[in-house]
């Protein structure tokens, strides 16, 4: 049987090519970039793909969300959250005194930006975490890498200070898209969806959530994002507990597409943890009470 192919941020030892190995029976293929990893899913040339979409400090991946909303027509079928621990990475012989620039993923610079602030060092952008690695070993400068123990070991680079993450709890999450099949509900799932209003108006973001608010479903996460069709136009980016299989969420859909411009679906998929089924099952026991005291007052009615 022939293996699913499954594009990533690469080269190898990035921390997305951590989270594509954690699926079963694929063949990962390295990507110069989320944008690569899009287009190759969308033109079929990768079955798959796999992409940073949010990180505990820095929130959201700008370049997965634009490239989502905007540039390609995927769904997402699944998430993967990693524990993100990041290293600075050197030659053998290179101190971490001696380092006279430190090179990395925007995301890894920013997420360490304590430590490098403390050591007053230059720093420069690159691709990825694993291309900073690679480009540090390929040096003859005493420059370094911030990047993950995996990169490390790929390049032959040495550990010269470890754990320098501002925050200890830092995690990223990253989710798989592919072109057309939903993911089938667990009872555990979350649904993301892109809306577009015809004008700005007072009261317009209110008349979304609201709609959401009527039918118990629980919001896990709001962000507004320029339409880039002018300035002060936005659109809005909502996921929200339940899967567009549950009644209730296909109801809601169909409500906000029925009163904006349009609604982009991004996908029903199942969620890491297990946040999302309690708060479901605490929202229908709210209702079935609620159900229950209704139906108590109304049972005195006279005939």
């Known amino acids: 049987m022939t293996q699913t192919r499954v594009g990533y ?25 989320i944008g690569e990893v899009l287009a190759l899913v969308q033109d079929g040339t990768l079955d798959k793909g796999v992409i940073p979409i949010e990180n505990a400090i820095e929130g959201t991946v700008s370049a997965t969300i634009d490239g989502l909303v905007f540039d390609y027509d995927l769904i997402i079928e699944r998430e993967i959250v990693l524990p993100i621990h990041l290293h600075l990475l050197a030659r053998p012989g290179v101190g971490v005194d001696e380092v006279t620039k430190v090179m990395s993923y925007v995301h890894a610079l920013a997420q360490c930006r ?35 123990a995996i990169a490390g070991e790929l390049y032959g680079l040495e550990q010269i ?28 799932d979350r649904t993301s969806i892109v809306c577009f209003q015809d004008a700005d108006r007072p009261g317009s973001l209110y008349a979304i959530l609201g709609r959401f608010a ?23 980016i909502i996921e929200f507990d339940g899967h567009v299989g549950d009644d209730v969420v296909a109801d809601c859909l169909a409500d906000l597409q029925a009163h904006l411009a349009r609604v982009k679906f991004l996908g029903s998929y199942p969620v890491t943890g297990e946040g999302a089924h309690d708060r479901r099952e ?7 009470s609620a159900s229950e005291w209704v139906q108590g007052i109304r049972s005195r009615i006279r005939r």
């Open 161 to 188: 200070a470890t754990d320098i993450e501002d925050h200890p709890d830092n995690a990223t999450r990253f989710v798989v898209v592919g072109r057309d099949a939903i993911a089938a509900p667990t009872g555990h």
């Open 114 to 148: 304590g430590f490098l602030e403390a050591r007053d060092v230059a720093t420069e952008q690159t691709t990825s975490t694993s291309q900073a690695a690679r480009e540090v070993a390929e040096s003859t400068q005493p420059w370094a890498a911030i990047g993950s």
């Open 214 to 236: 009527a039918r118990d479903i629980n919001l896990t996460k709001l962000e507004s994002r320029p339409t880039k069709l002018g300035l002060g136009d936005y659109c809005f």
């Open 282 to 288: 605490e929202v229908s026991e709210a209702r079935r």
């Open 9 to 33: 941020l690469g080269p190898q030892g990035t921390f997305t090519h951590e989270a594509a190995a954690t699926l079963d029976d694929v063949e990962t293929i390295a990507c110069a970039s």
